[in-house]
């Protein structure tokens, strides 16, 4: 069981918004440890998408925003688009574990 | 253009070996840490070894601690994975990735992954 608690799936239809949550504790998102977010199409390299909460890599569109608050983190995507749909993960660290975390990943579906 | 590579997996019995190796291009790699991360079939992302740009500092996660060794060699821009005392539960997809300079334990940049499956 992952570290770090996404929904197995969300969906939106096309140009719609969705939101991904990412549940943390206190010895993750809780202890101010950053949040990053991924994108991955199976079979390929994943794809950094959200850094340090909030901040975008050059090239990621702005539809793209990431937040945080107390031990909980959110992606938002808006005007979804059908090459969108991929599997989203959240990352951060557990000083308990003392170890990198993943969320156990999102499937969003754009209808 | 700042790539990836991973290549050496395959198929192997339970308590054999492989050694994965990730090619690097395009940045200066001897001054990027890297690390390994690998998903397995129908589930999530696993980190799964860490090693600082110099190689005198490596972590591993626990599952595969006393078995696996990361190593790098810089001038040939290159990261490996020695994996030993292989388990079916170490079927997976591996994946090299940078962590990025400006964005503390972020990986910026992955490779395409290489295929590990474990079993008789």
């Known amino acids: 069981q992952a570290v770090l608690t996404q929904p197995p799936s969300v969906s939106g239809a096309s140009g719609q918004s969705v939101t991904i949550s990412c549940i943390g504790n206190?010895?993750?998102?809780?202890?101010?440890?950053?949040v990053h977010w991924y994108q991955h199409v199976p079979g390929t390299a994943p794809r950094l998408l959200i850094y340090?909460?909030?901040y975008r890599p050059s090239g990621v569109p702005d539809r793209f925003s990431g937040s945080k608050s107390g031990a909980s983190a959110s992606l938002a995507i808006t005007g979804l688009q059908t090459d969108d749909e991929a599997d989203f993960y959240c990352?951060?660290?557990?000083?308990?574990?003392?170890?990198?975390?993943f969320g156990g990943g999102t499937k969003l579906t754009v209808l | 253009e700042v790539v990836l590579v991973e290549s050496g997996g395959g198929l192997v019995q339970p308590g054999g070996s492989l050694r994965l190796s990730c090619a690097a291009s395009?940045?200066?790699?001897?001054?990027?840490?890297m690390n390994w991360v690998r998903q397995a079939p129908a589930k999530g992302l696993q980190w799964v070894s860490y090693?600082?740009?110099?190689?005198?500092?490596?972590h591993h996660t626990d599952p595969v601690k006393g078995r696996f060794t990361v190593s790098r060699d810089n001038a040939k821009k290159s990261l490996f994975l020695q994996m030993d005392s292989l388990r079916v539960e170490d079927t997976a997809v591996y994946y090299c990735?940078?962590?990025?300079?400006?964005?503390?334990?972020?990986?910026?940049?992955w490779g395409q992954g290489t295929v590990v499956i474990v079993s008789s």
């Open positions: 990735a940078r962590i990025s300079r400006i964005a503390d334990d972020a990986l910026d940049i």
């Open positions: 395009g940045f200066m790699f001897e001054n990027y840490e």
């Open positions: 090693i600082s740009p110099s190689g005198d500092t490596m």
């Open positions: 206190s010895s993750t998102i809780g202890a101010r440890y950053e």
């Open positions: 340090g909460n909030i």
């Open positions: 990352q951060s660290y557990d000083s308990s574990l003392r170890t990198w975390v």
